[in-house]
Structure formats: C-alpha cells, structure tokens
C-alpha cells in the first residue's frame, strides 16, 4: 500500500503541474453513469492452524473478467479541477479461495459476492476534456464460507481501494474512463475446522484477500 501512495502523491503533483490554462472543468460537472469491465487477479494469503497448533501458510491467486456498474455526480472546483463522487457495483459470485485437505476431513470453499466501492475521485484536467485523477474507496463484499468446520466464520469483508488513471469526455455526454488499481480487504476466518483432538480442539483458518485490478469504463455524463 505504501508503493501505491507513493503513485498516488506522484500523480496529483504532476497533475497540478501540467494542468493546461485552457482546460474546462465544467465540462465534466453533473451525474453520469456507465458500465465497466475489468481485468482483474485476486490473491489470498493464508495460513491454516491444525488441531495440534501447527500453522500451515499457504497463498492462493485467481485471474478474472468481471463486469460492473458506476455511477456519481462530478462537482466543478475552479476552471482545472473537480472531484467526483460515486459507487459501483459488481455483480455475481467469485471463489477467492479454496484449501484442499489430504484427507478431505479440512476442506474449505470461500466465495465471495455483491461487491460495492463508494469512492471520491479527485480529478485534474490536462486538457478541456481530459482529466487525470486518484481514486479513494472503500469496499465490501458478501462472504460464503462453506465446508468442514462447524465454528463460526467470517460473513463480509471490507477494505480500501486506490486507484488511478484518466477519464475523457465528449461533445455528446459519452465518457471514456481508464484506470489501475488495488482493493485491500480485512482478514476473513473460520473457527473448528475439521475433526477435533484428543483434548477436543479443532483446526482454525484465517485469510488476507487482495484484489488488483485494470478497468475501462463506457458510460454518459448528463
């Protein structure tokens, strides 16, 4: 994450930099609303702790294209600058994880749904339709943890999303967004997993997900 910021800070000076004298933030003001497609490889590092105590680590990743939907409201801030703020939504059901047990007796599916951000978007124009900008978020999902446990387990997970990229808008309302980023999400668990010991202890889990991510976005600006 501190890389991240670091592209972020760089961004946002260059921006105020190269900000051209004829640009027009008003040219972006108002709602808009598009659909987006992204590119996207989620990892998983874990660790798996045995009814014994022995920690077992392990990391997982998966590569994805995934559509969603976003909308928000532009606000002008002077002739170069303004700052957008919106929410997406991703549809559908990912597996974001998956352990395997030898013995089938410690086997666990996380799935994971219904994926919002609610960002701001502080933009920077570069021209008097193109606009750089820095994205803030923060993001949550439903979790599904199925298989041979029978403590508790995590439901939802939340997490911080940075990103970066352009945005271009046209003389019809038509928009056109890039961007690049990465949502960082709070540990998921699940307790009691597979068959107990002597002393009736079970196994236990716990997960950190990442997602990174490469999106374009379609959509109108009214």
Known sequence: MKN????????????????SSFADSGNFNGFYIGVAGSAIGAELDGSYTSNEGVVSKGTGGK?????????GYNIALGSSMFVS???????????????DDAADAADIDIKAEKFYTYYI??????SDNTAVFVKLGASEADVKITGDFTGTSTNSMDGDTVSFGSKTVFGSGMYIQSEAGITEY???????????NNNGLKGKAKADPSIAFGTITLGYKF
């Open 63 to 71: 590569i994805a294209n995934v559509g969603a939907i976003d909308a």
């Open 121 to 126: 978007q502080p933009s920077f124009m570069v």
């Open 85 to 99: 703020f919106g929410a997406s939504y991703t549809p559908g059901e990912a597996k974001i994880g998956k352990a």
């Open 4 to 19: 991240i910021m670091k592209v972020v800070y760089t961004t946002i000076a260059m921006a105020c930099l190269t900000t």
């Open 186 to 196: 709070s540990s998921i668990s699940v307790t009691d997993v597979g068959t107990a």
